[in-house]
């Protein structure tokens, strides 16, 4: 069974620019789950899609943007980079919900460095 | 609000020797707490979680957490290290009450760091 797949895993990009990355789930699971992770905050909450609908959302500025496919797959857009946007952007799935005792299962990462 | 903190950036011990990476959390009503490994350049994989029941929990690769609900902890534990152990290990946590804390609340994370 394919685990997450996250593309691309590397990329650069230059401040003011636009990113958009990708997450392929498990097959069969319904909820994607993004976060960023960087050396001093460590792993932040995006925001978590389920059939296609935003379910929750993180403290993240509206420059933080994603979507969720009708087969699950999901991307998020980060428009009108700063450097401090450089940082791994985990995607993970579950099969129902993100919530009570559902396991995350996490792709390997996007690392995004904006120069 | 929900957090969990994991007072060592790092831990080192030696190849053998029993391991304890700790973790406390903070939640208004009662936790799912989890454990999350994470090994260079990949993303983070589940050892373990709790929910409810036995308070020592067993997971993959010989790693067991022991759930203490007075001092709010969920230390991870392993009998005898491996040098293959050596990652980054996270806590995390759910606050099995509140509808809005869906989402799963990391801790900072400990390098543990296993020599031979």
């Known amino acids: 069974k394919a685990g997450v797949t996250q593309t691309p895993r590397y990329l650069i990009k230059t401040r003011g620019q636009q990113v958009t990355l990708s997450c392929s789930p498990i097959s069969g699971h319904r909820s994607v789950s993004w976060y960023q992770q960087t050396p001093g905050q460590g792993l932040q909450f995006l925001f978590e899609y389920f059939s296609e609908t935003q379910r929750n959302k993180g403290n993240f500025p509206g420059r933080f943007s994603g979507r969720q496919f009708s087969n699950s797959r999901s991307e998020m857009n980060v428009s009108t980079l700063e450097l401090g946007d450089s940082a791994l952007y985990l995607c993970a799935s579950s099969l129902g919900e993100s919530s009570g005792a559902n396991v995350l299962t996490f792709g390997a990462g996007s690392r995004l460095t904006v120069l | 609000a929900q957090s969990v903190a994991q007072p060592e950036d790092q831990v080192n011990v030696a190849e053998g020797n029993p391991l304890t990476v700790k973790c406390t959390y903070s ?90």
């Open chain 2, 27 to 116: 939640v208004s009503g009662n936790p799912y707490l989890f454990w999350y490994v994470q090994y260079p350049n990949r993303g983070l994989q589940f050892l373990l979680k709790y929910i409810t029941g036995d308070n020592l929990v067993k997971g993959s690769y010989g790693f067991e957490a022991e759930f203490n609900k007075s001092q709010t902890s969920f230390h991870l534990k392993k009998p005898s290290a491996l040098v293959s152990d050596s990652a980054l290990y996270f806590c995390a946590v759910r606050d099995r009450s509140s509808g809005s804390a869906r989402q799963l609340t990391f801790g900072s994370g400990t390098q543990l760091t296993v020599l031979p």
